[in-house]
């Protein structure tokens, strides 16, 4: 769907137009945004998932790349070589413990990546994460949700149907809306849950994950995997 296919479905829906003083074409446009990058950062969507890639120089430890989200790069490669990723903490301490360690490590902290310089890496750096939508220009614009994946449409036509029950001081049916934008959402994740379980890689277990302090592979299964 686009920014105008939503438009018209909000207006059916709610039986109004952008000639009300309580629904102006700026209005709706405004919510539709908001909506939008609300469902969008809702979960760890796939369909979100970006790679960046530049210039690795190592005279630079940190880094960033605008318009990914903060601490979402999962992996980051220099020169074709996969680097391991360690928590902030357990970087700062290897950099500190080990001045000299060439050991191919990165972390995040916020919106900076810091990359261990003394690897030696050289070439393209390239890294993987989740990125943020960007704002929805114009009427002809799609949803990151239109390709496979439309019942993320309904929950951002649910969303902003609940800014419009808000504005106009309906707050029992302003909260529907926002519990039903929600559950579809979630069913949403349920099916990309399902076949993201399906998952498997090489040479260790489906939710065995390195770690790269240990050094050993640790089962890891919950719950919240892909939260």
């Known amino acids: 769907m686009t920014r105008g296919d939503i438009q018209t479905e909000i207006l059916v829906r709610s039986g109004k137009d ?22 969008s950062g809702y979960k760890k ?21 605008e318009g990914y989200k903060a601490d979402s790069i999962r992996i980051v490669e220099v020169g074709g070589k996969r680097y391991q990723k360690l928590n902030f903490e357990d970087y700062k301490m290897y950099k500190e413990n080990e001045p000299s360690g060439a050991d191919p490590v990165y972390s995040d902290f916020g919106n900076q990546i810091f990359i261990n310089t003394v690897a030696g890496g050289n070439g393209t750096l390239t890294a993987y994460g ?12 799609e949803t990151v949700f239109t390709y496979g994946n439309d019942e993320g449409n309904e929950a951002i036509i649910e ?18 809306h926002n519990q039903t934008s929600k559950i579809i ?21 489906q939710w065995e994950r390195f770690d790269v302090i240990t050094g050993q592979n640790i089962i890891d299964i919950s719950e919240d995997q892909f939260n």
């Open 130 to 141: 989740q990125y943020m939508p960007a704002i929805i220009g114009d009427d002809a614009t």
């Open 159 to 176: 969303k902003v149907q609940e800014y419009i029950a808000s504005r106009e001081r309906k707050l029992d049916e302003a909260s529907l």
């Open 18 to 39: 952008t000639t009300s003083s309580w629904i102006t074409e700026p209005f709706l446009n405004n919510w539709i945004n908001q909506a939008h990058r609300w469902a």
């Open 45 to 65: 969507w796939p369909f979100t998932e970006g790679r960046v890639s530049t210039t690795y120089t190592s005279a630079t430890e940190e880094w960033s790349f």
């Open 185 to 205: 959402l979630e069913e949403l994740w349920k099916r990309v849950e399902a076949e993201q379980f399906a998952y498997h890689t090489k040479d260790r277990g």
